[in-house]
Structures are given as C-alpha cells and as structure tokens.
C-alpha cells in the first residue's frame, strides 16, 4: 500500500498527525520572522525604496510557503475539509484541530541539484505549507480524523452538540 494512502486516523501508527496547538503558536511566530527577513531582503533589492512593503511582504510569502487550498463542506453533522498538499504524506504534515480553528503544517525535502555555471534565472517550488483557518462551525477536536490520498489531506470532524440555556428558577429567601 503506497504511504500517500495511509490513513491518517487518530491511532497508534499516525498519532503524531494531531498535535497541541502550543506547537503551531512557535512554528507561526518562527513562519513571521522568516516571511520578514525575506521581505526586507526584496526590500533591500530594490534600493530601500519605499511603498511596496505589502507586496515583498505577499511575495516573500509565496516563495516560502506553498499555497493550500481549502474546501469546507457540512456533511451530515461534520465538517469536510479538502487541502490540497500535493507531495506531502502522512509523516511530513501535522493538524492542530481547535474548537474554531484548523492549522496544517508541512515539510518535505526536495532534494535536486543542478550545477551550471550559465544560470541566469532559475524558480523552485517551496516545499512548506503552513495554513490556518476558523471554522464556520465549532467542533468536537478530539473526534477529528484524516485521511491523506492522491496529493489531498481529507479532515472529518463531527460538529459540536450546542447546547441551549437552561432557565434556573430564582427562589426568594
């Protein structure tokens, strides 16, 4: 069974997939710094010129980070996910499910070596995903599962059961 077929299920052979949201919180804070120093190295590129902050700051982004689309559909009583992360398996991607919240994380190592001494201009693909996301819906995180197939990571989680307000009587003393 190739490894991009391997289910994702809270188990004991993928336990690691869902982790604590405390780890996501270092990894965003590392993500920011890195998409900053590649901002202000475009910055510096262009001559310290002023007025285009936004946009080194969006193209440092898509340098390190591949995008992950996201469709989220209400199936049922759950909640659907489809991410798109095309070369990433159950070992290299991480999900933090929160009551509100989802993040993935990723990383792969993209091997490829090509030694030329006439390159002018030469583009690769980042091989990170970092995405994070509400919910339309809260949740019950600790039923979540995954499955990771053909290049997309598939996430089920049941919504949370809402509960209504219960009308205490006030007794006079």
């Known amino acids: 069974m190739a490894k991009q077929q391997l ?11 869902f982790v604590a949201t405390e780890h996501f919180l270092e990894d965003f804070a590392k993500n920011t710094e890195a998409i900053a120093e590649k901002a202000f190295e475009l ?16 193209k440092a982004e898509r340098q390190l980070f ?6 989220i559909k209400e199936v049922k009583g759950n909640l ?8 990433f398996t159950a070992d290299n991607l991480k ?9 993935i994380k990723g990383e792969t190592e993209l091997k490829t ?3 030329d001494e006439g390159t002018l201009y030469s583009e690769w ?3 990170k995903v970092f995405r994070t996301f509400d919910l339309p819906h809260r949740v019950d995180a600790d039923k979540a599962t995954a499955l990771i197939k053909d290049g997309v990571l598939t996430l089920t989680i049941p919504k949370a059961v809402e509960t209504k307000p219960n009308e205490v009587e006030i007794k006079s003393a």
């Open 43 to 58: 910055f510096q590129k262009r001559g310290f010129k002023f007025g285009h902050e936004l946009e080194d700051w969006f």
């Open 113 to 115: 070596e090509k030694k």
């Open 7 to 17: 289910a994702l299920e809270k188990n004991e052979n993928h336990d690691n997939i």
């Open 66 to 71: 591949r995008k992950v689309p996201i469709e």
């Open 95 to 103: 999900v933090s499910v929160e009551p509100n919240r989802v993040t």
């Open 125 to 127: 693909k980042s091989n």
């Open 80 to 87: 659907n996910i489809r991410a798109e992360v095309p070369s």
